[in-house]
């Protein structure tokens, strides 16, 4: 019965913080609309078929069934005009100021509500993942062996960025456009810098040849007759690599057993302080077609909570700088091997928030900044259909001092709204078919949440399947 209570709350508190950063972007519009005089026809939530609606004012307010988005009805917005239906062909179009100051409306709040959360997170703390950048098992005879890089030392730099865990280790690692990268690691109290040169995944991005100290576990073997138990894997035993991949926690091997199903795939673990090479065929999980091993993981993910949290300028300027380094890495793809298809959809978001929700309220939070930053930002792109691209007709309106052609308008919106309909069901297809893993975690999570000091090392304990 406590699971039904925890899936109800994780499903309306996701709803409810999902449901808020499109609730203030779309009152962004309506009310700087309402401020310019513009006639309002609708303010929605949502997409789709109406859950429920009501007339105010002459004003239709509904919730709607898809949660990926809204809508604000202007008929004096052409855009919204053709997408949303005509309005009254009697009332003028608005002039392009006024188009402008309502489409900027939208990504303006949600920054400000991004500022926001990130005022509560400064006073309520962040939880924060303690996995230090410390160096684990260094291959005898490897190039990085060779340069006297030794187990216990620490990396305080990758590609000339400072470093702390190996998260953003492999973050750095993935995002950089070449190869080979400057690594500065501390030694005995002294610091060198090498070149290093990071290896290529089979299965996509690229990762350096460097080993940490934490693992991910394996807290309980789950199906006797399953892959890993045939592999000969037994409780306790550490994740080292995956299919060739060093892996720091059990995202990061569900992401690739989801990419290895049915194909057999080498597992470096560690048992009793040795190493073994175990090789497991991933197989579908009956019921939900997922990709597993039969396995629950060990509980050894510890989060120690920062408090006060980082400031809100802090925060924000974190997720201005993951999201022009994600563009970054979109638009140099041949060099880093991130493409679209690693993007996430309406379904992912809201399984990562859940996820976050589930582990730490004010995880959640943090990833609300996120979230919201990276609404305004998407909006601010020059396409119609999105405010940038209001913004930019509007432009081009005032400049050449009369309308744009309504049939020009039609068609660059039509098509690039069937264009956006497809790329968002393209990388949801992707959430839901390869990326099942997420919306596991949605419901179960294996952190641990300290206060105050770093806890000592801790027996595993049994986190979710997979």
Not at 4 to 12: K, T
Not at 301 to 326: A, F, H, N
Request: net charge neutral; aromatic share 10%.
């Amino acid at each position: 019965m406590s699971q039904v209570f925890n899936i109800l709350y994780v499903a309306i508190v996701v709803l409810l913080l999902f449901g808020a950063s499109i609730f203030v972007h779309e009152w962004g519009h309506y009310w700087i609309a309402r401020k310019r005089g513009l006639k309002v026809e609708g303010f929605a939530i949502g997409f789709g078929p109406k859950v429920f609606s009501w007339v105010s004012d002459g004003i239709e307010y509904s919730l709607r069934w898809i949660p990926a988005g809204g809508f604000v009805k202007l008929p004096q917005m052409i855009t919204s005009q053709q997408l949303e239906g005509t309005g009254d062909a009697n009332i003028p179009p608005a002039p392009p100021f006024s188009k402008i100051l309502v489409a900027i409306a939208g990504p303006v709040m949600n920054v400000i509500f991004a500022f926001a959360v990130a005022g509560i997170i400064y006073f309520v703390g962040l939880p924060e993942p303690v996995n230090p950048s410390v160096i684990g098992y260094v291959e005898p005879g490897s190039a990085e062996a060779k340069l006297g890089i030794q187990e216990g030392d620490r990396i305080v730099a990758v590609d000339d960025k400072p470093v702390n865990s190996w998260e953003q280790i492999r973050e750095i690692t993935i995002f950089a456009r070449t190869n080979v990268m400057p690594v500065t690691i501390v030694h005995e109290s002294k610091t060198n810098t090498y070149q290093l040169t990071a290896q290529i995944s089979e299965i996509g991005g690229k990762f350096l040849n460097l080993d940490p100290q934490q693992h991910p576990s394996v807290g309980k073997i789950t199906e006797p007759d399953g892959p890993a138990a045939k592999a000969g894997f037994k409780e306790g035993d550490e994740f080292i690599t995956f299919a060739g991949v060093p892996v720091v926690n059990p995202t990061q091997v569900r992401d690739i057993i989801h990419k290895r199903l049915n194909e057999a795939t080498e597992a470096v673990v560690k048992r009793d302080g040795k190493l073994l090479t175990l090789t497991v065929t991933p197989t579908a999980q009956a019921g939900t077609k997922e990709a597993h091993i039969g396995i629950m993981w060990g509980e050894n993910l510890v989060y120690i909570v920062r408090k006060p949290g980082p400031s809100p300028i802090e925060q924000i300027s974190t997720v201005w700088r993951r999201t022009i380094d994600t563009f970054g890495a979109l638009f140099h793809s041949k060099e880093t091997g991130v493409s679209v298809k690693d993007l996430s959809g309406p379904p992912g978001i809201l399984a990562m928030l859940a996820a976050q929700v589930n582990t730490d309220f004010r995880l959640a939070l943090s990833f609300l900044v996120l979230l919201n930053i990276n609404l305004a930002i998407l909006n601010m792109l020059p396409i119609p259909v999105l405010d940038g691209g209001h913004i930019l007709m509007a432009i081009i309106e005032k400049i050449r001092r009369r309308p744009l052609s309504v049939r020009f308008v039609e068609y660059t919106t039509t098509a690039f709204a069937v264009l956006l309909i497809s790329f968002m069901l393209f990388v949801s297809f992707n959430d839901v078919t390869k990326r099942f893993g997420i919306f596991r975690a949605m419901f179960h999570h294996g952190a641990k949440i300290e206060q105050q000091a770093q806890p000592e090392p801790q027996q595993p304990k049994t986190a979710p399947a997979h």
